[in-house]
């Protein structure tokens, strides 16, 4: 049981600081996979709810972080600052448009191709390719900055975020990295894209979730004990890791830009893709 619960810890961990950062977290958790291969010991049907929950101690991070700035009804706001938050919350539900209608539309061959080594090979090439993305973008000097706070966020540049959001649909993709590259793209700060990008993650990740989660009680699963604990262990684990990470995020952005991202991204590719030569995946 203590191995499982080491386990539980390390998905959080990774859970935690993949999911915030622009470097996937699907090939993160691949290669954890392989590394500590947990077969036999707990079920698919646990795995797929797990995989789903414990994403939800990362969300509740960015809620406990922004409860002010996201929170429409705070006392402390006067009705200028309220009407401003709601338009806040309009301009992430249009966002959320594109990436809910493809999720539906495509969710089962997403699952097909996001696992095996079809799977490990196309969340490679995403890592890779989005690692080149972000290398550009941050060597185009002179970049033009046209939104320096979310305020100035219009609904077009909104749903154009939104748009680049619907390809993280595509494992390896990473869903902070194709907000914030997107974002990035179409004139926002690093600040504005980060900050926009956490906020974007509530309906899109609590709608995923409850997709699965249905999907996966309809057929009659239901953890037991010991895979409640599990599941409580790492979702702990991930809303504080979570936490530590976003402030982090937050503050290296202000001095540094995206590139060590998009490096890094294109190092894990090639580790994957020699995984997946070796069988090692």
């Known amino acids: 049981m203590h191995w499982l619960l080491l386990y539980a810890i390390a998905q959080g961990v990774v859970q935690g600081i993949t999911e915030w950062l622009p470097v996937s977290s699907t090939g993160h958790i691949l290669l954890l996979d392989a590394v500590w291969p947990m077969e036999g010991s707990l079920s698919t049907e646990f795995f797929d709810v797990f995989k789903v929950i414990i994403q939800l101690g990362s969300i509740m991070a960015v809620v406990v972080l922004y409860f002010h700035k996201l929170n429409p009804l705070s006392p402390k706001k006067n009705p200028e600052e309220r009407k401003g938050t709601w338009v806040l919350w309009s ?56 939104v320096n706070s979310l305020e ?42 980060a900050e926009f990008s956490f906020f974007m993650a509530i309906p899109v990740m609590l709608g995923a979730s409850g997709l699965k989660l249905v999907k996966c009680f309809m057929d009659g699963y239901t953890p037991d004990s010991k895979e409640w604990l599990i599941l409580a262990v790492a979702t702990v684990v991930s809303f504080v ?14 001095k540094h830009d995206f590139k060590i991202f998009g490096w890094y991204r294109i190092v894990l590719g090639a580790v994957v893709l020699l995984s997946v030569a070796l069988n090692w995946l």
């Open 91 to 146: 301009k992430v539900l249009v966002a959320s448009v594109p990436a809910a209608v493809a999720g539906l539309a495509l969710d089962e061959i997403i699952d097909t191709y996001s696992t095996g080594t079809i799977g490990a090979i196309v969340i490679a090439t995403a890592l890779i390719v989005y690692g080149i993305g972000f290398i550009l973008m941050e060597s185009v000097k002179n970049r033009k900055t046209v």
């Open 241 to 254: 890791v979570s936490l530590l990470v976003i402030r982090a995020l937050m503050a290296f952005i202000k």
């Open 152 to 193: 100035e966020l219009s609904y077009k540049r909104a749903f154009g975020i939104g748009a680049f959001q619907m390809l993280a649909l595509i494992p390896g993709t990473s869903r902070s990295g194709s907000t914030i590259l997107g974002a990035s793209l179409l004139g926002t700060s690093r600040t504005v894209a």
